[in-house]
């Protein structure tokens, strides 16, 4: 029992330096044997900064953003154009976003805003859910009620966006979600309108 405790030891050991890559991001190399045993590796989630607006306000918080859904153009202007109704992630695939804690303010007109600890928005088969809060300008927005995820896995500059309702059915926040570096070279702000809360505009700093 205990030589083919060891056998089996040596053989674990020498499957995984035979698998081992370089690769920065912890995946496992495409059809390596470890990749076989423990399937798709989703990618690791970026930091970014999500900036929200309520009808009261608007105000910046620091998260973690993944999503491995479609990467194809014409297939994400297709899955988006068609993605209505409540509840919708715009591409196909898991997506998370987690919203941790408020950044220090950097735009004129945004306040300091509050989440709790388990803010997030999900996808799961085209399905957007959530939980948690955050609040802005004393407008408490719960995650329960999630309208649109753009859950889009291309996080450049952009990363993606979302829109939440209240009880009632009416748009109560709208958010964006920007590579966490690339944001502190950015500028944002907001148009004002009617019929709901609108997403704040960001530009990297490098557009000029």
């Given amino acids: 029992m205990k030589a083919s405790a060891l056998l089996l030891t040596l053989f674990l050991i020498a499957a995984g330096c035979t698998d081992a890559t370089n690769l920065p991001t912890g995946l496992t190399a495409p059809g390596s044997a470890a990749g ?3 399937g798709n ?6 930091d970014v900064a999500v900036a929200v607006c309520t009808t009261d ?6 998260g973690t953003y993944m999503s491995n859904g479609a990467t194809d153009a014409g297939l994400k202007a297709a899955i988006t154009a068609s993605a209505t109704g409540d509840g919708v992630c715009a591409a196909p695939g898991h997506a998370s976003l987690k919203i941790d804690k ?3 303010n950097q735009f ?3 306040v300091e805003g509050k989440t709790s600890a388990n803010a997030q928005i999900k996808c799961h088969q085209q399905i957007a859910t959530g ?9 408490v927005v719960n995650f329960d009620q999630v309208a649109l995820f753009n859950n889009d896995p291309d996080c450049g ?4 966006s979302f829109i939440i309702r209240d ?5 109560i926040a709208a958010g964006v979600i920007i590579e966490r570096e690339a944001f502190e070279n950015a500028f944002c702000y907001v148009e004002g309108g009617e019929g709901g809360p609108t997403a704040p505009q960001c530009y990297s700093g490098s557009e000029g």
């Fill in 36 to 38: 076989a045993r423990l």
């Fill in 131 to 139: 939980n948690g809060t955050l609040e802005i300008g004393g407008v």
């Fill in 41 to 46: 590796v989703p990618p690791p989630p970026a």
């Fill in 102 to 104: 408020p950044l220090a």
């Fill in 57 to 62: 306000g608007c105000a910046v918080f620091e």
């Fill in 157 to 160: 500059f952009a990363c993606g």
């Fill in 108 to 110: 004129f007109g945004f």
């Fill in 167 to 171: 009880e009632q059915g009416n748009d």
